[in-house]
């Protein structure tokens, strides 16, 4: 039994790649995380392959602030479910939104299928990389450090340390923090440029440059936020 896990972008469906497409075209059933009403992973796939003659299994992962051991017989249960399914198929696709390294939900459940079923990540564009280009911004260059940290579980004193640290850092799903990221950054830094991007690539997105801009009808699960340290020698 073969698991394809295909990162298949941030959104536009011209950012999935030419190899997913062509797992995706050649395999007879899709693996679907869902979280909410909104499933992009799929709804990209649906406008480059025709689904009409393959399962799609829908797969629900809680959205929520969790780690791995919180609901392990959740992730036990999806694994089985996905183990049965490939028992009569051989081989199936799971579709992940982004890069299926980059955060993503496939590796709670990763432990529990690595014995039973032979597993092959497929890159894809990460959201990180959308929002950059999308601004356009130089996440890093010749000496500068990145670091990519998620916002629900950070402090007020992990923003001190990683902005002391770091020439680049990028908050990932930043929405529910974000007036507390804001108050931070006015507070003690003048010498920032930063952006707040929702749903890099899709018809949606939105940048903005001041995040006390940012309307609250804008605050969305699929955001980013990027600070990055300007350099003196930059005009």
């Given at each position: 039994?073969?698991?394809?896990?295909?990162?298949?972008?941030?959104?536009?469906?011209?950012?999935l790649t030419l190899k997913s497409k062509k797992i995706l075209?050649?395999?007879?059933?899709?693996?679907?995380?869902?979280?909410?009403?909104?499933?992009?992973?799929?709804?990209?796939?649906?406008?480059?392959?025709?689904?009409?003659?393959?399962?799609?299994?829908?797969?629900?992962?809680?959205?929520?602030?969790?780690?791995?051991?919180?609901?392990?017989?959740?992730?036990?249960?999806?694994?089985?479910?996905?183990?049965?399914?490939?028992?009569?198929?051989?081989?199936?696709?799971?579709?992940?939104?982004?890069?299926?390294?980059?955060?993503?939900?496939?590796?709670?459940?990763?432990?529990?299928?690595?014995l039973e079923v032979e597993v092959e990540l497929v890159p894809?564009?990460?959201?990180?990389?959308?929002?950059?280009?999308?601004?356009?911004?130089?996440?890093?260059?010749?000496?500068?450090?990145?670091?990519?940290?998620?916002?629900?579980?950070?402090?007020?004193?992990?923003?001190?340390?990683?902005?002391?640290?770091?020439?680049?850092?990028?908050?990932?799903?930043?929405?529910?923090?974000?007036?507390?990221?804001?108050?931070?950054?006015?507070?003690?830094?003048?010498?920032?440029?930063?952006?707040?991007?929702?749903?890099?690539?899709?018809?949606?997105?939105?940048?903005?440059e001041n995040l006390s801009q940012v309307p609250e009808n804008?605050?969305?699960?699929?955001?980013?936020?990027?600070?990055?340290?300007?350099?003196?020698?930059?005009?």
């Amino acid at each position: 039994m073969k698991l394809f896990v295909l990162g298949v972008g941030p959104g536009d469906p011209e950012l999935l790649t030419l190899k997913s497409k062509k797992i995706l075209e050649e395999v007879s059933l899709i693996f679907s995380p869902t979280g909410g009403k909104d499933n992009i992973a799929l709804s990209i796939v649906e406008k480059v392959i025709n689904l009409k003659n393959k399962k799609v299994v829908s797969i629900y992962f809680p959205m929520k602030k969790t780690r791995k051991e919180s609901l392990e017989a959740h992730w036990i249960s999806i694994a089985e479910k996905i183990i049965k399914e490939l028992k009569i198929f051989k081989k199936g696709a799971y579709i992940t939104l982004g890069d299926p390294s980059f955060y993503s939900t496939f590796f709670y459940i990763y432990p529990y299928l690595r014995l039973e079923v032979e597993v092959e990540l497929v890159p894809g564009v990460s959201s990180v990389s959308a929002v950059a280009c999308a601004i356009p911004l130089s996440l890093s260059i010749a000496d500068e450090k990145i670091a990519i940290l998620p916002a629900n579980y950070l402090t007020e004193k992990d923003y001190q340390k990683y902005l002391f640290n770091f020439d680049t850092l990028v908050f990932m799903k930043p929405y529910k923090n974000l007036p507390e990221i804001t108050k931070f950054i006015s507070n003690f830094f003048s010498d920032l440029k930063v952006y707040y991007v929702k749903r890099a690539s899709l018809p949606e997105e939105e940048i903005y440059e001041n995040l006390s801009q940012v309307p609250e009808n804008s605050l969305d699960y699929f955001s980013v936020v990027i600070v990055k340290k300007e350099k003196k020698n930059e005009t």
